[in-house]
Every structure is written in structure tokens, then in C-alpha cells.
């Protein structure tokens, strides 16, 4: 329906917390146009002298209400303070030639209220300063104005300009309060959203524990005297980007890591990060487990075989290099603005050197990590590596559960 004013005209390019008052605005300056215009009417219809005149006042103010939204352009303030002052000066008027008995002078009080609230509570002062203006006039026309001045007959006195001025100023604070209440509850379930979504975020940057002791008090460190340590990197992947597209890269990154983060789920682990194609996760942080290195064994085997069928966007196998050691750790969340969660400590840097000196396709331990988990899992020795910052190091090649229980490192 075209004849349907638009009530958001005027408000683009405004914040929405802005917009919305600006469109009750646009309800406000309407209704009081269609009042002035239904008085205008009312006047011209009355055969009294000097009422047709007064009629077509009538008109104007209800042409110069209608075109209030224009104001918009210039300033939020411009429309409210425009709609303010001229509100009060038609009602001065028309309680003035009336008479205070037709009810013109309650709408000093409606307009008051609309008045606040489309300015905001930013703008508080003003807003009280016109509120004062307003008691002012009231008082005024109280002294200076009489009950009836007699231009009008006592029955359109009552009917015509009290009952109509009651039925409207109902209207009018109704029909605004409704509008910012819904478009208040509307705000407040996109801030829910909003909420759960910066949560969900929160929650799929840190875990769960983290999250939680981050909001409440905005530090989180923590030191594990025992827990677990993987890294994995695709071997050969420097020689990736080169050849296929950024967007094949991405989507061929986003697929294995999303494959690899069901894996950490489905073995209650923490993934920590992911740097270009390095991959890292913690066995026995945050929470302490008795037997993180052999949950953290477990995943690094399902790992290694998920990773078997791996394929680039080209065909080719990409196999995982993994190193795991374990040993104290220390666990925290860093950063103000990109926060993320981060282990350190000498078992780190040591599943790191793990990684980097193993062969693709296999799982490459230290001594320490190899009798620990010898009790249940199969390993092949490789002999004395160099390992950056630690010398020669004995280290094993992780291979699979044991069907047999045997004792020491094969």
C-alpha cells in the first residue's frame, strides 16, 4: 500500500540505537499531524465566525508536523527539538482560544514524555530543561487562559476538542511505548545472539575451564607437574602453496584440520593450535588425567591413520610427521586483543624436536615417553638422533596397541 508513510524515512546511515529513535519520531510527528489535520477539519466545518481561518492554521501545523522527518538530514536532535518547540506553542494556542477546559493543555505532558524519549538518556539535561518549560506553560495557561472562552459551543468544547484531545494523547503514548518496546526486545534477542555467538567463539578459541576463569577474573596460568605434548606437520607442505590456488589451499587445510579436531574431541584432549601446517595438542591440560600420555598415544595412532588417506587438491599424498613427550607444563592465556591459550615448557619444545626430527608417516617419542608407554603400545627403536638444544637422544617409533603385554621398549 503505497499511502502507507515509510517510518524508518530518513534514518539511513544512522547507528540503529539512533534509528530507532528516530523512527518513533516518525510516528510521533505523523500522529500529531493527522490530530492537527482532524482539528482542521473540525474548525473549517464550524460555521462561527473566524473558524475557518483558524482551520487552515489547523492545516499548516499539521503540514509543518508531516514534514518533520526531513529534519533528519541535519541532526537526531533537529525533528525532536523542532517537534518540542512546536508543540508547545500549538498547544499555547489553542488552550489560549479555546479555553483549558478543551483538554489541549494535557498534551504539554505527552509531549514532554515523547520528548525524552526521543532524544535519549544521553541528552538528559535538555531533556529535563523541557520538562521545566513544560510545567512552566502548564502553569501559565492555568493563570492566564480561561476554562472556556466561549468561541466554541460547550458540546464540541467537550466531544470535539476534550474527548478527542484524551482519546489522542492515549493513542499517541501507546502507539510510541509499543513501538520502542518492541524494537527494545528486539535489540535485546540481537545482544542475545550476539552473546551466545561471542561465546560459542570464545569457546571454540579456548577450552571450556579457560573460557570460564578468563571472564571472571581475566588472568589464567596454571602449572601441570605431568601431562602430554603432540605436534604433527605435514611433511613436504612448503612446496604446497605454489601449486594450486589460495582457495584450494584453504579449503584442502580447513578439511584435514576439521577432520583432525573430531579426532581431539572424540579423545577429550585440547587442541592448542594450529600454525600454517603444524598441529598442536595437550593430553592432561586443563584438567589433570592419570593417563594422558596414553589417551594422547591413542589419538596420535588414529591420527597417523586418518592421515594415510590423505590427498592435496591434486591427487598426492600429504603423510603427518608426530612427535609426542611429556612432563611438566606450564598452561595459560595470553594476549589482549587476540587471546589465545598456550603451553609451555620443556616438554613442548621437546615433542616439537620430536616431530621435526621424525619420518613421515610415523610417530617418533623420546625415552621417557617410550617406557611409559610400553605397558600397552607396540614401538620400534630408531636409535640415537640429534635433537636441537638436548644432544644425541635415543628415541622410538610409536606403532600401535599391544595385543600382548610385555615389559620394556622392544
Known amino acids: 500500500m503505497r499511502w502507507v508513510p515509510n517510518i524508518a524515512f530518513g534514518t539511513k546511515g544512522y547507528p540503529e540505537k539512533v534509528a530507532r529513535r528516530l523512527r518513533a ?10 490530530q492537527a ?9 464550524d460555521p462561527a465566525p473566524g473558524m475557518f481561518t483558524r482551520g487552515l492554521t489547523n492545516a499548516g501545523i499539521a503540514a509543518a508536523f508531516a514534514a518533520l522527518p ?3 538530514r541535519l541532526s537526531p536532535l533537529a525533528a525532536p527539538l523542532v517537534f518540542l518547540a512546536f508543540a508547545y506553542w500549538a498547544i499555547f494556542r489553542s488552550a ?6 478543551g483538554g489541549s493543555d494535557m498534551f504539554y505532558l505527552t509531549a514532554t514524555a515523547l520528548f525524552v524519549l526521543l532524544i535519549g538518556t544521553e541528552h538528559i539535561v535538555l531533556a529535563a530543561l523541557a520538562g521545566a518549560v513544560a510545567a ?20 464540541v468544547q467537550f466531544w470535539g476538542s476534550f474527548v478527542t484531545s484524551a482519546v489522542i494523547n492515549t493513542v499517541l503514548l501507546f502507539t510510541v511505548m509499543v513501538y520502542v518496546l518492541r524494537q527494545l526486545a528486539s535489540a535485546e534477542a540481537t545482544a542475545e545472539r550476539e552473546f551466545q555467538r561471542s561465546e560459542s567463539l570464545l569457546l571454540s578459541i579456548l577450552p571450556a575451564p579457560i ?49 583432525f579436531d573430531l579426532l581431539v574431541e572424540r579423545h577429550g584432549l585440547e587442541k592448542i593450535k594450529t600454525t600454517g601446517d603444524a598441529y598442536m595438542v595437550v593430553s592432561g591440560v586443563p584438567a589433570a588425567r592419570g593417563d594422558h600420555a596414553e589417551a594422547l598415544a591413542d ?21 603427518m610427521r608426530i612427535g609426542i613427550a611429556g612432563g611438566p607444563v606450564v598452561a595459560g592465556v595470553v594476549g589482549t586483543k587476540k587471546i589465545f591459550c598456550d603451553v609451555w615448557g620443556d616438554a613442548v619444545n621437546l615433542a616439537a624436536r620430536m616431530e621435526t626430527t621424525g619420518e613421515a608417516g610415523r610417530i617418533q617419542v623420546p625415552k621417557a615417553m617410550a617406557a ?5 603400545f607396540r614401538l620400534e627403536p630408531r636409535g640415537a638422533v640429534d635433537i636441537k638444544g638436548k644432544g644425541r637422544m635415543l628415541t622410538w617409533f610409536l606403532v600401535g596397541r599391544r595385543d600382548v603385554r610385555q615389559a620394556g621398549p622392544t
Open 25 to 34: 519520531m516518525n510516528i510521533a510527528a505523523w500522529i500529531c499531524a493527522a
Open 37 to 45: 489535520g482532524y482539528f482542521a477539519i473540525l474548525r473549517m466545518l
Open 70 to 72: 526531513l529534519l533528519h
Open 96 to 101: 489560549y482560544q479555546i479555553g483549558t477546559g
Open 136 to 155: 512552566g506553560l502548564l502553569i501559565m495557561l492555568r493563570l492566564v487562559a480561561p476554562y472556556d472562552t466561549g468561541l466554541v459551543s460547550p458540546e
Open 211 to 259: 573460557a570460564a576463569r578468563l571472564k571472571d577474573n581475566g588472568v589464567v596460568a596454571d602449572r601441570f607437574d605431568d601431562a602430554s605434548v603432540l605436534f604433527a606437520d605435514m611433511a613436504g607442505f612448503t612446496t604446497l602453496p605454489g601449486d594450486f590456488s589460495p582457495d584450494e589451499l584453504v579449503a584442502f587445510l580447513n578439511r584435514t584440520y576439521s577432520e
Open 299 to 319: 589419538f596420535a595412532l588414529a591420527m597417523r591413520d586418518a592421515a594415510q588417506n590423505l590427498r592435496d587438491p591434486l591427487g598426492r599424498a600429504v603423510p
Open 372 to 376: 611409559r608407554l610400553d605397558q600397552y
